[in-house]
């Protein structure tokens, strides 16, 4: 069971246009979502998160976007850059869990 | 900053042979975990600590074992090695819960069982 799930596994777009990576979510208990970039050979690291208290939460050229009602959030990159093509991982967990649930990955490529 | 470290990156096991995954952190931080990573799968938990001498099973335990006997090593154990287990581990670490707290990930270790 799935509880969050990334349905496009990869994404192209151009160098200085911009990026929306998408992540849908069951389980209506999760109240805290992150995103984290991933380079092959590396481990993920932490790109941002938002709170179900908030819609939206900015970081430079990093916004996510929550839809509580819909369970839905994105994550918009703007503008993109080469050094953005990773794959990017969607999670979620609820306040008192001491563990997230992770999507399975969205391969972003962003092209000159 | 050393940050997690895992130990070691690649390891070729044949079935029925155990090993030990090591991971230590230097950040002083008191939850540690254990990930694997299927091709085309999102991270799954295995195992997690919330403190020195304090472990818990994570979605996909069956086959693995751990301890935590001090707050900065989370060694991970694989008694019986199987084909199934072949996968990138990934060791990670936070300071509290992962809520808006982020968690520090080692460089993973990629495990073929043959």
């Known amino acids: 069971d799935q509880q969050v799930k990334q349905n496009s596994p990869s994404l192209s777009v151009q160098e200085g246009r911009i990026s929306i990576l998408n992540c849908d979510y069951t389980?209506?208990?999760?109240?805290?979502f992150l995103w984290y970039k991933k380079y092959p050979a590396e481990g993920p690291t932490f790109l941002i998160s938002?709170?179900?208290?908030?819609d939206k939460n900015e970081d430079g050229r990093f916004t996510v976007f929550l839809n509580k009602s819909a369970k839905h959030l994105s994550l918009h990159i703007v503008p993109s850059q080469p050094g953005d093509s990773a794959v990017y991982f969607c999670a979620a967990n609820t306040g008192t869990a001491s563990k997230l649930t992770f999507g399975t990955g969205t391969r972003l490529q962003v092209t000159l | 900053n050393a940050g997690v470290t895992q130990t070691p990156k690649f390891r070729i096991l044949k079935i029925g042979q155990s090993m030990t995954l090591q991971c230590t952190q230097d950040m002083n931080h008191n939850y540690m975990y254990w990930y694997r990573q299927d091709p085309g799968m999102g991270l799954k938990l295995i195992y997690y600590s919330v403190g020195a001498g304090i472990t818990d099973k994570g979605e996909v335990p069956n086959g693995y074992n751990v301890s935590r006997s001090t707050t900065e090593d989370f060694p991970l154990r694989l008694e019986l090695a199987a084909p199934s287990q072949t996968s990138v581990y990934f060791c990670?670490?936070?300071?509290?819960?992962?809520?808006?707290?982020?968690?520090?990930f080692g460089q993973g270790t990629r495990l073929t069982v043959v």
């Open positions: 990670a670490s936070s300071k509290q819960v992962l809520t808006n707290t982020e968690a520090f």
């Open positions: 938002i709170s179900s208290i908030k």
């Open positions: 389980n209506s208990m999760f109240d805290y």
